[in-house]
């Protein structure tokens, strides 16, 4: 029982120190689906050597691109967009360099997730509790009471602006 308690903490505090990341692969359009899978188990295989979790396996089907990629098979306008997110070490970026070697690829990206706080998750943390408040209440200040401000509607009105005007002959 203690032994598995132990297990649980080294767990945890790896997955502390595992970014989530986001692996795109562009393939090529005409791999079949047994090949697309033999790929994604291999780079699967390789995070989890290196005590990573693949969490989420995405295909987008085939899109168009904006330009040919060229190969040593001809130049390519089509591919098929695959999106591996796993939890890795950060040297698993370096541990992938394999794809680009890889005749099936015609690209690959490997982009880490941030940390992002939207909305009401930004304001419950300390560091941003009173920054909504204080922004509001600069917003509504008038000190700049003593301008002048013309409420006017824009006229143009050539009287006002002493502006001549000149007549086109034909």
Same mark, same amino acid.
């Given at each position: 029982?203690?032994?598995?308690?132990?297990?649980?903490?080294?767990?945890?505090?790896?997955?502390?120190?595992?970014?989530?990341?986001?692996?795109?692969?562009?393939?090529?359009? #005409?791999?079949?689906?047994?090949?697309?899978?033999? @790929?994604?188990?291999?780079?699967? !295989? +390789?995070?989890?050597? =290196?005590? $990573?979790?693949?969490?989420?396996?995405?295909?987008?089907?085939?899109?168009?691109?904006?330009?040919?990629?060229?190969?040593?098979?001809?130049?390519?306008?089509?591919?098929?967009?695959?999106?591996?997110?796993?939890?890795?070490?950060?040297?698993?970026?370096?541990?992938? #360099?394999?794809?680009?070697?890889?005749?099936?690829? @015609?690209?690959?990206?490997?982009? !880490? +997730?941030?940390?992002? =706080?939207? $909305?009401?998750?930004?304001?419950?943390?300390?560091?941003?509790?009173?920054?909504?408040?204080?922004?509001?209440?600069?917003?509504?200040?008038?000190?700049?009471?003593?301008?002048?401000?013309?409420?006017?509607?824009?006229?143009?009105?050539?009287?006002?602006?002493?502006?001549?005007?000149?007549?086109?002959?034909?």
């Amino acid at each position: 029982m203690d032994r598995s308690l132990n297990l649980l903490r080294v767990s945890a505090d790896l997955v502390k120190k595992m970014p989530l990341y986001d692996c795109m692969l562009l393939l090529k359009p #005409h791999i079949t689906r047994p090949d697309v899978m033999d @790929l994604v188990s291999r780079v699967g !295989k +390789h995070i989890y050597q =290196k005590n $990573g979790v693949l969490t989420e396996l995405k295909s987008m089907g085939t899109v168009q691109l904006g330009y040919g990629i060229k190969k040593l098979d001809g130049r390519h306008y089509q591919g098929q967009l695959l999106q591996m997110t796993m939890m890795a070490p950060p040297s698993m970026n370096k541990e992938l #360099h394999y794809l680009n070697k890889e005749d099936r690829l @015609l690209r690959w990206l490997m982009v !880490k +997730h941030r940390d992002v =706080k939207i $909305g009401l998750d930004y304001l419950q943390e300390d560091t941003g509790k009173m920054e909504l408040s204080k922004f509001r209440s600069r917003l509504f200040d008038n000190e700049d009471k003593d301008m002048d401000f013309d409420d006017d509607e824009d006229d143009d009105d050539d009287e006002e602006y002493n502006v001549d005007q000149i007549q086109l002959d034909d």
